[in-house]
């Protein structure tokens, strides 16, 4: 099983809301990424969790809070988010960081804020 | 920082072959990697390389030469459904994975 799974496919929230994606892997893997991908650009890393703990952040703004309760979740939080902030936010995990496994991705949600 | 370039566009009739490269300076180098990604969907894996030579699974092959900073992905005997985004992925020293900008394969009857 290669699967990741997310959660919502799609979201429309406006700037005010407070809403949270969710990451989930069964795959016994201990890295979990968050990207952002705009329309026809590629992916754009967010966050890194290694052995569910943060381990890099991409200078991304507070208004993006990632959480890693667990070895199989990943969420991100969203809070006073902006237009530009709609994409399509992918998760993925590998074995670990420094693993020569690939990323496996989820297939994402669709943000839009308006 | 990482410089990942590849062709934006590129198009080929069914059954033929296409060879879509990339070039990359990184700082540092533990693997390259090929996805695919269909429009709306998420990149799907395709080969990974960490020494030079070719890598071949069915009809995509993918080669790369490190002294060179340089890879191709080789598609054969393509089909429509291989109308698709082609990622080129950089791991560098420090283990992230930067991604070129991709290029967008249309395959014609």
């Known amino acids: 099983d290669t699967e990741v799974t997310q959660t919502p496919k799609h979201l429309v929230m406006g700037m005010t809301n407070k809403k949270s994606l969710k990451c989930e892997q069964h795959?016994?893997?201990?890295?979990m990424y968050w990207y952002k991908q705009k329309a026809k650009k590629p992916p754009e890393l967010m966050f890194v969790?290694?052995?569910?703990?943060?381990?890099i952040n991409e200078s991304v703004p507070s208004r993006f809070s990632p959480e890693c309760p667990n070895s199989s979740l990943l969420n991100l939080h969203l809070h006073a988010l902006q237009p530009e902030d709609s994409a399509l936010y992918l998760c993925?995990?590998?074995?670990?960081?420094?693993?020569?496994?690939?990323?496996?991705f989820g297939p994402g949600t669709r943000l839009l804020v308006l | 920082g990482q410089n990942i370039d590849q062709p934006t566009e590129m198009t080929a009739t069914e059954g033929a072959i296409v060879q879509i490269n990339c070039t990359y300076q990184?700082?540092?180098?533990?693997?390259l990697f090929w996805y695919q990604q269909h429009a709306g969907e998420a990149p799907t894996f395709l080969s990974y390389?960490?020494?030079?030579g070719l890598e071949e699974k069915g009809r995509f092959s993918s080669f790369l030469s490190r002294s060179k900073g340089y890879s191709y992905l080789l598609l054969k005997e393509l089909q429509m459904k291989d109308s698709a985004s082609y990622l080129c992925?950089?791991?560098?020293?420090?283990?992230?994975?930067?991604f070129g900008a991709g290029t967008t394969v249309t395959v014609r009857a």
């Open positions: 990184t700082s540092g180098f533990n693997g």
């Open positions: 390389n960490v020494l030079d």
């Open positions: 993925a995990s590998s074995q670990d960081p420094r693993s020569q496994e690939t990323q496996y």
């Open positions: 969790y290694s052995y569910e703990k943060l381990s």
């Open positions: 795959m016994g893997h201990r890295a």
């Open positions: 992925a950089v791991r560098a020293n420090d283990y992230k994975l930067s």
